[in-house]
């Protein structure tokens, strides 16, 4: 599995998750670390990671991913769902790129009122932080991956963001525990589809970095 990192301060982190030498549930960990400027775009069978230290790079990955596949999808792990003006999501719903019922969200907690409008009248899929407080990880996780299994591709995004500030400290407080973000990842990677993943995470969280990237490994 290629890690893919998107800039010079993110190297360390890549590097250090290659050293790891087992996930949690004992999966040998053999990474191929890549910078993006070092790498094609390759073999669009292979299963990567993508390192960013913002969304900004994730369009274009995303983009890339779809070229070629009948039926794409994405899931968006964030606090926000990434909806206003200019912002990808918006940007990938606007151009097109993914159907909008092969977008799910999941773990989102700071809405503006225009996209939580926006999400209920469009019906698109999304599974906030209240939900998986009330229904439960197992519960929200198999909702998840009942739709994922019906795209052809899944793209998982896990914006470190939907973290609780108890976690990363400029977050937003009412997020994720760091074991349910793992919790979710080594759930969603299941999937048979899943062949991509990008972790968007600030450089200086690298410890949470390296669980993140090492528990996504498969």
Known sequence: MRLVYGSEEL???????????????GIPVKFQVHSVEGLMFGDKSEKRIFISTNMHPCLEHIRHFIMDKKNPGVILISDKSHL???????????NKFVRPHNIIFLGQHVFAKAEYTFLQQ???????MKEISFEGKMEVSDAVMTIAKKWSHCYILIDSSVLDSSAIKNNWAGGMSTRDLVFFIQRLKRLHNFL???????????????????????
């Open 11 to 25: 190297k360390g982190i890549a590097l250090r998750a290659e050293k790891e030498e087992i996930t949690e549930e």
């Open 84 to 94: 206003h003006a200019n912002e990808m999501m918006n940007k990938l719903l606007i």
């Open 196 to 218: 991509t993943a990008e972790l968007v995470v600030p450089a200086a969280s690298k410890r949470i970095a390296v669980k993140l990237l090492v528990e996504t490994y498969i």
């Open 122 to 128: 469009n019906k698109l899929h999304i599974f906030p």
